[in-house]
């Protein structure tokens, strides 16, 4: 997410290390998530990139979280011959 | 030529618009663009399927350099794909999200939308920073974007249509965060 709104505002972790008073090695940790940065850190970060996280109550989708997993198992091969089989389904569920 | 594709002023006379959807196939498509040495990363619904979201789709965008041998060697690929205007493309043009010109081609292994830079990104050069290749089987491995900065491109469209799309990418990079510290 940090690394999301410093792209999108175009910043260097140097300019925005300056921009919010924390070293670029800092920031460097929370991009590569070898530590988490609090919430008011968080939105601190979001915010000097000029951007708003809203933070909401949402139910959690445990579904998609299973199917996301499963997902990770497979090989990138099996993923795109799953997506072309669904083609080929659709295709005969039109008629095609 | 087809390289003038990707400029702004290119006119659109004498290029032919297809009428008819072929079946997709992502596979013959790459490899034609690899076979052309044609130096690029797969964006969008493709790529995130192959980074593990479940889509459907039946067409590729590449993001490609370019350098103008690049462009050559893409124009040559994009002639022997037979690649002509998609039906259409206006309205996905404007669907795609692009600071510069979006071409979208139908060729004859499915669509093909060249975005030479997708919003919220600097083009190639940035996003292949961070892009893996990800082997496709038949010793197909093209570069694809990475999970955040396929989240990148998703919202900076701002749209909320696309939110159930970010959220399964923000997922999918906190399960990949997880496997990294458990390494």
């Known amino acids: ?96 | 030529m087809w390289i003038d594709c990707l400029r702004d002023s290119a006119p659109k006379s004498g290029i032919t618009v297809a009428d008819s959807q072929p079946s997709f196939d992502p596979i013959a498509l790459l490899a034609a663009l690899d076979r052309h040495r044609v130096t690029y990363i797969v964006i969008g619904a493709f790529a995130r399927v192959v980074q593990g979201t479940e889509e459907v789709t039946r067409g590729i965008d590449i993001v490609p350099s370019t350098r103008e041998e690049n462009l050559r060697r893409l124009d040559t690929a994009l002639g022997e794909l037979h690649a002509s205007y998609a039906e259409g493309a206006e309205e996905a043009v404007a669907d795609a999200g692009s600071s510069q010109a979006v071409r979208v081609l139908a060729t004859d292994f499915g669509e093909l939308k060249v975005v030479p830079r997708p919003v919220g990104t600097g083009g190639y050069d940035d996003l292949r920073r961070a892009a893996t290749r990800e082997p496709l089987g038949q010793g197909l491995r093209p570069s694809v974007a990475s999970v955040g900065d396929l989240s990148r491109m998703l919202s900076a469209l701002e749209r909320e249509a696309d939110l159930p799309k970010i959220k399964a990418l923000r997922r999918l990079a906190e399960l990949e965060m997880t496997r990294g510290i458990e390494r």
């Open chain 1, 1 to 96: 997410m940090i690394r999301e709104a410093r792209l999108r505002a175009g910043l260097t972790q140097t300019e925005l290390g300056e921009r919010t008073g924390r070293e670029r090695s800092v920031i460097a940790r929370w991009e590569q998530g070898a530590v988490s940065p609090s919430i008011d850190n968080l939105l601190d970060v979001v915010h000097a990139c000029g951007f708003d996280l809203p933070l909401v109550l949402v139910t959690r989708d445990v579904a998609q979280d299973e199917r996301l997993e499963a997902n990770r198992k497979l090989s990138p091969e099996r993923r795109v011959d799953r997506l072309l089989a669904r083609l080929r389904a659709e295709e005969r569920d039109n008629g095609g």
